[in-house]
């Protein structure tokens, strides 16, 4: 039996003005939402959605839907449809790059877009369906929507550049660390020789002064140079977390099993590898830094092509969307650090740090320190705050004391011990010193002390100057005593200068030479 098929006309007079009447008057008579209304009369959310523009454009009521035909109904509703005009589409193009910059929304860029023909102009509806539709076609690497300036996703490619050690006469692997900006494709490129702490992070650093610029966010793998513990809240490693801390950066590790949140990165890996590694096989090496200068040629190269299917070059969007939008670089440059796991302070206030002891202040006892080593300094920290700073120490089972970590009744009793003494002596000049150390020469040092509190107390009284002036004469004539020192201030000798030794060498007088001469046979 033959099917049959109602006329065009009949489903438009029936079933088609059933739902469209049964929509408006929901939208004018409920609260429901476009969904629920779409449900209930069995036509699309995107239908109900329109009707409801249509309605509050042309300020429909009840009444005016019950004094409408079926004809007159379907001709306001559906005009659209029935010959209306051509629409000015927008370029989605400048819309797509539009959105990557902080606080735009697809409402805001419609409303500037029907601002210069609104006569022609799409609905929002209709703007932002075939928005969609845009990204939809657009490549993997531009699917998901950067704001700019706002994300670099970071890994190492799973395949390795070489060199050749012309010392070790053997071929090198290294690894190849990729960073790629969310925004604007804009790469970077760099080998290192592992995928350690402190390789990483040298690679980030170089990463950020090739941008010039900070970005708000790094997107990293978990890599364990990364990431100590994975999961919903994961652990940054200790030194990355120092790096991001000093460039005030977040650090947002991508979620396993989530290759979405590192797609940026997946793809810019591939395109290095298709680009710059393809090209570094067949040329040789001698060294790592030959290898990262011919990189940085490749990088340069590649971040200046054209895209294939959108308009301009990697530098090109980075220049206009990404850098705008990124921070300046600190005044800084991060230095990479060891740390030493946290210990509890002891009574003595001194904690053990590479072999030597290094004062924290006196308060902190029974609380936790970590030690931040740097090549000269040693750098204390509770709960993240700096504590104390100190000069690095090669002495092993020594200790360095800062004054200010001591209680006062140390402070006191450190300034009379011979070490005291003798650094008091030296900060004044050479010549205390040496008299010092002459009044410390004994069997007991402490013995020496008394003579060391009478050169504070002539400090006091004369000056450093003048008591370092005493201290010269006093060594000049061969008597650093605390008495000749006393004699020297009170007579002024020490302004005078030394009268020449009455048996200076002349002409006239014959040394020994001279009588071991007429000694001899």
């Known amino acids: 039996m033959p099917r049959k098929y109602r006329s065009r006309a009949a489903t438009h007079s029936d079933d088609h003005a059933e739902k469209l009447v049964g929509a408006v008057r929901k939208i004018l008579s409920t609260a429901l939402s476009d969904r629920d209304i779409a449900a209930a009369v069995g036509i699309s959310k995107t239908t109900v959605r329109r009707y409801r523009v249509i309605v509050q454009a042309k300020g429909l009521t009840s009444d005016d839907l019950n004094?409408?035909?079926?004809?007159?109904?379907?001709?306001?509703?559906?005009?659209?449809?029935?010959?209306?005009?051509?629409?000015?589409?927008?370029?989605?193009?400048?819309?797509?790059?539009?959105?990557?910059?902080?606080?735009?929304?697809?409402?805001?860029?419609?409303?500037?877009?029907?601002?210069?023909?609104?006569?022609?102009?799409?609905?929002?509806?209709?703007?932002?369906?075939?928005?969609?539709?845009?990204?939809?076609?657009?490549?993997?690497?531009?699917?998901?929507?950067?704001?700019?300036?706002?994300?670099?996703?970071?890994?190492?490619?799973?395949?390795?550049?070489?060199?050749?050690?012309?010392?070790?006469?053997?071929?090198?692997?290294?690894?190849?660390?990729?960073?790629?900006?969310?925004?604007?494709?804009?790469?970077?490129?760099?080998?290192?020789?592992?995928?350690?702490?402190?390789?990483?992070?040298?690679?980030?650093?170089?990463?950020?002064?090739?941008?010039?610029?900070?970005?708000?966010?790094?997107?990293?793998?978990?890599?364990?140079?990364?990431?100590?513990?994975?999961?919903?809240?994961p652990t940054i490693q200790r030194n990355y977390r120092d790096f991001a801390d000093h460039y005030d950066i977040a650090i947002l590790p991508a979620r396993p099993y989530r290759p979405r949140d590192k797609a940026k990165a997946e793809v810019g890996v591939q395109i290095a590898q298709r680009w710059i590694l393809a090209r570094l096989r067949d040329e040789m090496f001698y060294s790592l830094e030959e290898l990262n200068a011919r990189m940085a040629e490749l990088v340069h190269d590649l971040n200046g092509r054209p895209f294939k299917k959108m308009p301009g070059t990697r530098k090109e969007r980075f220049d206009t969307i990404d850098a705008p939008a990124m921070r300046p670089l600190p005044a800084r440059r991060y230095v990479y650090a060891e740390w030493v796991?946290?210990?509890?302070?002891?009574?003595?206030?001194?904690?053990?740090?590479?072999?030597?002891?290094?004062?924290?202040?006196?308060?902190?006892?029974g609380s936790k320190v970590e030690a931040r080593v740097l090549r000269d300094h040693i750098e204390l920290f509770s709960k993240r705050t700096l504590v104390a700073r100190h000069e690095r120490q090669a002495g092993a089972g020594e200790h360095s004391t800062l004054p200010e970590h001591q209680t006062d009744a140390h402070r006191e009793y450190a300034k009379r011990s011979p070490e005291a003494m003798i650094t008091w002596a030296t900060r004044i000049g050479p010549h205390l010193r040496d008299v010092v150390r002459h009044q410390l020469k004994r069997t007991q040092p402490v013995l020496g002390m008394p003579a060391c509190d009478s050169l504070r107390r002539l400090a006091e009284e004369h000056g450093d100057k003048v008591l370092e002036s005493a201290a010269r004469r006093a060594l000049e004539i061969r008597s650093p005593s605390l008495t000749s020192i006393r004699s020297i201030l009170r007579t002024g000798l020490h302004k005078r200068s030394v009268p020449p030794d009455p048996f200076a060498m002349h002409a006239n007088v014959r040394g020994a030479d001279y009588y071991a001469d007429k000694a001899s046979p």
């Open 67 to 233: 004094a409408l035909g079926v004809d007159a109904l379907c001709a306001t509703f559906n005009q659209a449809n029935r010959g209306s005009p051509q629409r000015r589409n927008p370029n989605y193009g400048e819309i797509q790059k539009k959105m990557s910059r902080k606080g735009s929304t697809l409402q805001l860029l419609w409303e500037l877009y029907r601002e210069e023909d609104s006569a022609n102009a799409l609905s929002y509806p209709q703007f932002t369906a075939n928005y969609r539709l845009y990204v939809k076609r657009l490549p993997t690497v531009m699917r998901q929507q950067h704001r700019a300036g706002e994300r670099a996703f970071v890994d190492y490619s799973g395949q390795r550049a070489s060199f050749f050690d012309p010392v070790a006469k053997k071929k090198v692997e290294v690894e190849v660390f990729i960073g790629v900006l969310g925004a604007s494709n804009y790469l970077f490129a760099t080998c290192t020789r592992t995928q350690q702490v402190p390789d990483w992070i040298h690679a980030h650093v170089a990463m950020l002064e090739f941008f010039g610029r900070v970005p708000h966010i790094i997107v990293p793998d978990n890599l364990k140079s990364a990431v100590t513990k994975t999961g919903s809240d």
């Open 341 to 365: 796991g946290e210990q509890t302070v002891p009574q003595d206030y001194h904690v053990l740090v590479r072999g030597h002891f290094y004062s924290v202040p006196h308060a902190l006892v």
